[in-house]
């Protein structure tokens, strides 16, 4: 019978899977390395652009900031330059009411009237005066409804006097006094001036 000695053949054999198990082993590991790798770099590459992106949004929101602080801006001029407006209108209108208002009731007053007293508080008139009659002082509360400063003209009294010798008729008016005629779109009440005027 003849023996043969396999057991160098079978080391042999065994090294050999050992030695192709560690190569695969080592293929996988470098590949798994390569992958992990790119991985790595497309994230790198990805998270460049997306700080790239954000440097720009945020100098698009710096100008953004920029224009919306010069439109604030604005508008605030805007607000301030119509205040002016209005205290400019307010203050030519305090000018020029009180003589509008004074040659529209001296030409809605007849000929035979006479103011004897003239006050106006807040916007409120009271006048009182004297005519020859009734119809004299009807006529003068007509005229002055039809103005436009004179409002919810209304007769209060009269009342009949004599003086030297003459019968008159001694009358009381309330109204209310718009220093602004009320067909301009400012239409206001007038602020508190007191007047005195004797006749």
Do not use: C
Not at 47 to 52: P, Q, R
Not at 153 to 175: A, D, H, N, R, Y
């Amino acid at each position: 019978m003849i023996r043969i000695n396999l057991l160098p053949v079978r080391e042999i054999r065994a090294q050999f899977g050992r030695r192709q198990q560690l190569t695969i082993a080592g293929i996988a590991f470098g590949i798994t390395g390569v992958l992990a790798l790119g991985a790595h770099l497309i994230q790198w590459n990805q998270l460049s652009k997306l700080e790239k992106e954000r440097g720009e949004l945020q100098g698009e929101i710096k100008a953004l900031n920029s224009k919306v602080k010069e439109v604030s801006d604005l508008r605030k001029q805007i607000s301030d330059l119509r205040a002016k407006k209005k205290v400019i209108d307010e203050l030519t209108t305090k000018k020029t009411g009180p003589v509008r208002v004074m040659e529209s009731l001296s030409s809605a007053t007849p000929a035979r009237l006479w103011l004897t007293e003239f006050k106006e508080t807040g916007g409120s008139l009271a006048m009182s005066g004297m005519a020859v009659d009734n119809q004299t002082i009807a006529d003068f509360l007509k005229a002055l409804a039809n103005t436009s400063y004179f409002r919810n003209v209304e007769l209060v009294e009269t009342t009949q006097v004599e003086q030297e010798g003459v019968p008159l008729k001694k009358f009381s008016i309330k109204s209310t006094l718009l220093y602004q005629s009320p067909s301009s779109e400012k239409a206001e009440a007038a602020p508190a001036v007191k007047e005195e005027k004797k006749g």
